[in-house]
């Protein structure tokens, strides 16, 4: 059982990312928003990533489906299919991975709907224990994996809605030794809303487009670890963001991002926020059960106000994305970008660049990251996205 923790509490850290060094310059004020599945907030794609994690209002593409799925409703192609390939904390480990499968289909006669899907699998590559105290050691690899489908349709010529359902699964664990029962992996259901805005405003003689949307992401239940004896809240996210996009000239232009993310989930409480001293330990302890007991829904309002530090730790909570995408044609692509969270809710500071090429049929998109934090595990990061368009697929084979 002492290694199903462990594994629980590696898992916490090492998905965050959390530079080490944060945490030991300053324990009084380190207090990150503890969730499960922290894989779920891993971007699965290229092109966003490249933009430092960022797509609430960006052009749609085939990997809405994870930034902001009612952008689907407005996307230009009929259909199209992506799959991404992320080698995850390489600076630490060679086998761990993010692999993700995502489309979408417009449907009906009117070109406002469509139908969208994903499917994600992050694994944390083989782990093997040694033997002790008379017990066999183990092999196991350790997974989450997530499967979700979704649905949006404009409800004006510049409005979308969307809405997603998930389902989740969380495998980390098992049993010490050959005569306990195997732990079971954890399962959630989960559900997004989105929202989509677009214009298209002249600014002197050009035709420029404004957007913004937002996405509420992982609404649903905990994720019960060890049975139900260790529940855990999933990432709950609400993401806002806008994009402006200026024509250069004919085929050039370059787009201007912005998003913020704040996590929906309640802040632990901690000891050291309490009196020292005997009615303090009593207060800790009743603070954490309520807790612990929270349901998902009311920690979602509670989120706002919980903070110890109050507003101005609440700010801290909130991260931001500031990215640009330049792009010529819809055929060649270069993007940056740069992703910013406070040092004391993990201390998430990074770089990232990326190109892409397009064809009719496919376009493949790559990112890098940079990290700004000393010692960051995720610095060095590579992402891969291939994405098939379904009608360039049918101009190659002559239907119209």
């Known amino acids: 059982m002492r290694l199903f923790r462990l594994i629980i509490l590696l898992t916490i850290c090492v998905f965050a990312g959390t530079p080490f060094s944060a945490v030991a310059q300053d324990k009084n004020d380190f207090n990150p928003v503890e969730t499960g599945v922290n894989s779920l907030n891993i971007a699965p794609d290229a092109r966003g990533a490249s933009m430092g994690d960022l797509g609430a209002a960006t052009e749609p593409d085939a990997n809405s489906q994870f930034w902001n799925p009612s952008k689907y409703a407005f996307a230009y192609s009929q259909a199209a299919v992506s799959l991404s390939y992320t080698p995850w904390l390489r600076k630490l480990v060679n086998d761990i991975f993010l692999a993700n499968l995502s489309g979408y289909w417009k449907v009906g006669s ?87 805005f677009t214009s298209y405003p002249i600014i002197g003689r050009n035709e420029c487009q404004w957007s913004w949307g937002w996405n509420i992401s992982n609404i649903g239940s905990k994720v019960e670890y060890q049975n139900g004896d260790n529940p855990a809240f999933l990432p709950t996210n609400l993401k806002i963001g806008t994009s402006f996009t200026y024509p250069l000239a004919d085929y050039h232009n370059i787009a201007f991002n912005l998003d913020l993310n704040k996590l929906l989930v309640p802040t632990k409480p901690r000891r050291s926020d309490y009196p020292d001293d005997i009615e303090g330990e009593k207060e800790w302890v009743i603070a954490e059960d309520d807790w612990r007991n929270m349901s998902p829904i009311t920690g979602i309002f509670k989120s706002f106000t919980d903070a110890p530090g109050g507003l101005k730790e609440e700010l801290r909570e909130i991260s931001w994305s500031l990215g640009a995408e330049y792009n010529y044609n819809q055929q060649f692509f270069l993007r940056a970008g740069y992703y910013y969270q406070n040092p004391t809710k993990g201390n998430l500071q990074y770089f990232g660049l990326g190109a892409g090429f397009a064809l009719n049929v496919l376009r493949l998109d790559a990112s890098y990251m940079l990290a700004t934090a000393q010692t960051s595990p995720l610095d060095q990061t590579l992402r891969f996205t291939l994405t098939f368009d379904m009608d360039g697929i049918k101009e190659i084979f002559g239907r119209k």
Do not use: C, H
């Not at 004006?156 to 989740?168: A, D, H």
């Open 110 to 196: 009117e070109d406002n709907q469509a139908v969208s899907a994903s499917l994600r699998y992050f694994s944390l590559g083989e782990v093997t224990t040694d033997p002790t105290g008379g017990s066999a050691g183990q092999t196991l690899n350790p997974y989450e994996m997530s499967i979700d489908v979704g649905y949006s349709r404009k409800l004006s010529e510049k409005f979308s809605m969307g809405i997603v359902f998930r389902y989740i699964y969380s495998d980390l664990g098992f049993g010490y030794d050959s005569d306990a029962s195997q732990s079971t992996g954890a399962s959630a259901f989960a559900a997004d809303i989105a929202g989509y």
